[in-house]
């Protein structure tokens, strides 16, 4: 496979039967992740038979993973409509796609883990009107597609985030000060060190 396309499906958190026959995997609302009608196999150069059709004529070799979200959206003036794409959404897409592209050997650049927002300027291929996914929580408003894949590709190639913000350690936890070694160890490597010393 030579490609992930970010999409979202339009609807409301649930994936509908037709989000399954359309990407090959669907985050709902709450960051679980379905499986649709067609593997991603399907969509393996050469395509033959029944394929998941999520992104016009770049179907071919691309992965079609999508958030169940935004029905009723308007992308001027912006209205998220009655069911925006949630945080938990954002997190399993990314995490999603973190282990699709090292399932697949895809590496995470603009070309080939991109939103369906920027395949007509990133790789020269015509849709029609397309904007998903150029909103994420937490914006007023929609952004400019390559910036929002960015900020998407930066969250994928992210190691996990840890569950906890990492503290400093406490005192009692902090090493205790090294005493002088003793012992016959310690006094067969000193007499050691002092040999290689003399060698010198
Ligand atoms: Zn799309």
């Known amino acids: 496979m030579d490609r992930i396309i970010f999409h979202w499906t339009g609807g409301a958190h649930t994936p509908s039967n037709l989000d399954k026959q359309h990407y090959h995997f669907i985050v709902d609302g709450a960051g679980n992740v379905h499986p649709g009608r067609y593997p991603v196999e399907a ?3 050469p395509v033959k ?12 070799g691309s992965i079609g993973v999508a958030v169940a979200a935004m029905a009723g959206a308007v992308e001027r003036p912006f209205a998220a409509g009655s069911h925006p794409i949630t945080p938990a959404q954002v997190d399993a897409l990314v995490a999603l796609s973190r282990d699709l592209g090292k399932q697949y050997g895809i590496p995470v650049t603009p070309q080939t883990m991109l939103s369906h927002a920027e395949v007509q300027p990133t790789l020269g291929i015509r849709q029609r009107g397309k904007w998903d996914i150029a909103w994420l929580p937490g914006m007023a408003k929609p952004g400019d597609p390559v910036a929002v894949g960015n900020k998407l590709r930066a969250m994928v190639a992210m190691p996990a985030a840890p569950q906890a913000p990492v503290s400093a350690p406490k005192p009692s936890a902090a090493p205790t000060p090294a005493k002088p070694a003793t012992g016959p160890l310690a006094a067969f490597l000193r007499a050691l060190v002092a040999i290689f010393k003399r060698s010198k």
Do not use: E, F, S, V
Request: glycine content about 6%; aromatic content about 6%.
């Open 49 to 60: 038979g029944q394929y998941a059709a999520h992104t016009l004529n770049c179907n071919t």
């Open 43 to 45: 969509n393996r150069k």
